[in-house]
DNA sequence: ACGAACACGTGTATGC
DNA sequence: GCATACACGTGTTCGT
């Protein structure tokens, strides 16, 4: 049913998380075992079997608790008395719990434990003064129960994507990073990971760099919270001075002036007929299709291309080639041409 | 003391991990030992205090702890030496916790609730019998209490430095990777910002090596059929599929016959709605252009995207998001996708 | 009100 | 035993 669907889009790790499967067959295990206690459990786990593990693949899942505990829960629905009242009780409601237990010698149980889950139910609940809530918990006692229920399960289902996350994380790295199984080193692992991998892209890009001698446009996103700090040297066209365009949300800035506003940082470094462009914008509609196009119509051919957005950010560094066709021939005029661009591209964002 | 310090040995980033040094020292001091020796919970109850500020150095908050800390919660105080008794019950000795309850009024609270889940055993509750079990309960009901603390101090610190980690690999990771801070999708995007880096991590020793070879391009790469041969795991459109398609055990490759001629190589990964497209053509007029309004009619906003021209080949490695209205769902549909978009290109280009 | 995400204390399995 | 780690159901809190 509704419920125990799955809530989550996207999960779908299809290939890997194959390491998790192991888990679950220790689970498989308990789950057996418990079996016998419950002649009919067969049933009940082949029913929730589809809702829980939604991903797909894995097949036998989750220990048998979970499994029976639904199991009892659905099989008292039929009779949802008010014990729910006294069991549920968790929020707000608790006082109510508490009442009965004092009067109740008998009504005892419950709390314990367990009321957890979803035995409780079945615990008598005691009688005495929640009375007058009856009229009106009488509906709610098993609206509220159901959505307790789909609390659970939804609980459920976040336990098991960030156990498949973990498992598909932890199969990407090599196992050197996982030693302990653990889950926090799991993830620990994906730092010194991830650290790792940073540290082996700046090694190469800087190697490339010195192999080229010229600076080169590919440098990855890098770590720092604000990366394009020092990314800009000597921008033809800079934010700086002309920060209203994005601050309020670009009003006509059309042709304001006869010298051009900036629309964004720019900045333009040429040897021979290859340039290298930087620019930092705020996100626009369809803006990389826009200037990959505009681009191409100024004749510049776009050898490489990176695009990092960050927030509503947007950089793109790109290395273009100036074919022979092409107008421009200074930095400057590229700048101009570039910024007059971004210029159209806003206006027809508005 | 001992109990709230760390446990966890591994932590320990080695070179990269100073970081963490920060968090709780972990003291190797005996944790073990020690603990077993408090005489009564107080102690405890003051050590807890220090470890339960997760967020780095910040001292004191959540005094209220220890034990009743529920107690605070609901308001529903009472004299807090009886109540421990029953809230304790747990594990195997959920008896007692019954029977206290029932004896004191007062004690109320704690029953409830949790109790866990799974201890149906006691939910029969009868009254009778259990208060004999004090003599030998006596001495081990605070022994029990108090490992009964540990347990949750340990478990405590477990979720700490999940967290921790979790706050540390968010940080490495550029925010557009995290969009929702929720933890799954933290580790949901270092899933995708690693794939991300060992991507540019090959184009770029991809290019490293053709930089090395350019005199003899003509035999330099061509041992591997395709210039970025191992650049793909497992494509899902290969150009030497003809002949090769049992080649890649490829699971995902399986229906390969009835499939449309692969106008590239394509392999497309998938997590969440993040996916990783590596695509390598041959260059074709406009076709960078085409590939970006493609993506952008298919609902795939490109996030990053990477181009690298060796001789007469492009290799495109992008990562775009799924948007709300996107019809594709599932890493060959998105191949399919690009391979018919592909094909277009070239019929234009022809 | 309602859902999504967390923190909590607990039960329980696994390893020494 | 006892330490460690996970799953569970629940309470609570925060956006909407």
Same mark, same amino acid.
């Given at each position: 049913m509704a419920l125990d669907t799955v809530i989550y889009p996207q999960d779908q790790f299809g290939v890997w998380g194959y390491d998790y499967l192991i888990q679950e067959e220790k689970s498989l295990c308990g789950f057996l075992e418990s079996? %016998?206690?419950?002649? %009919?459990h067969e049933q009940a786990a082949s029913v929730h079997a589809n809702n829980w593990?939604?991903?797909?693949?894995?097949?036998?899942?989750?220990?048998h608790n979970s499994c029976y505990d639904m199991k009892d829960h659905w099989g008292t629905i039929s009779s949802p008395d008010d014990c729910t009242g006294g069991g549920s009780g968790? +929020?707000?409601?608790g006082d109510q719990m508490i009442s009965s237990e004092l009067e109740s010698p008998?009504?005892?149980?419950?709390?314990?434990?367990?009321?957890?889950?979803?035995l409780t139910t079945n615990?008598?609940?005691?009688? +005495?003064?929640?009375k007058r809530r009856r009229t009106k918990s009488g509906k709610n006692k098993e609206e509220l129960e159901n959505q307790r229920m789909t609390h659970i399960t939804v609980e459920r289902n976040r336990r098991k994507q960030m156990n498949e996350y973990l498992a598909v994380i932890r199969s990407l790295m090599p196992p050197s990073y996982v030693q302990r199984g653990d889950q926090a080193s799991i993830i620990g692992g994906a730092i010194n990971f991830v650290k790792e991998l940073e540290q082996q892209l700046q090694t190469l890009e800087v190697q490339k760099r010195a192999m080229h001698q010229q600076p080169n446009s590919? %440098? +990855?996103?890098?770590? !720092? !919270?604000?990366?394009? +700090?020092?990314?800009?040297?000597? !921008?033809?066209?800079?934010?700086?001075?002309?920060?209203e365009v994005s601050g309020n949300g670009g009003g006509s800035v059309a042709v304001a002036d006869n010298r051009p506003l900036a629309m964004a940082e720019i900045e333009v470094t040429m040897v021979e007929s290859h340039a290298n462009l930087k620019i930092l914008s705020k996100k626009r509609y369809r803006q990389l299709l826009k200037i990959v196009a505009g681009l191409q119509c100024l004749w510049l051919t776009i050898l490489h291309l990176n695009v990092t957005t960050v927030d509503q950010m947007v950089l793109y560094s790109l290395s273009v080639k100036l074919e022979d066709g092409c107008q421009l021939s200074t930095v400057d005029e590229i700048a101009d041409a570039v910024n007059c661009l971004l210029g159209r591209i806003e206006e027809e964002a508005l």
């Open positions: 079996n %016998n206690l419950f002649p %009919n593990d939604y991903c797909s693949s894995s097949s036998v899942m989750q220990n968790g +929020g707000g409601g008998h009504c005892n149980m419950m709390m314990e434990s367990h009321v957890g889950a979803a615990t008598v609940a005691s009688a +005495g003064r929640r590919v %440098n +990855g996103y890098s770590p !720092p !919270p604000l990366p394009f +700090g020092e990314f800009f040297t000597f !921008p033809q066209y800079s934010m700086k001075s002309a920060n």
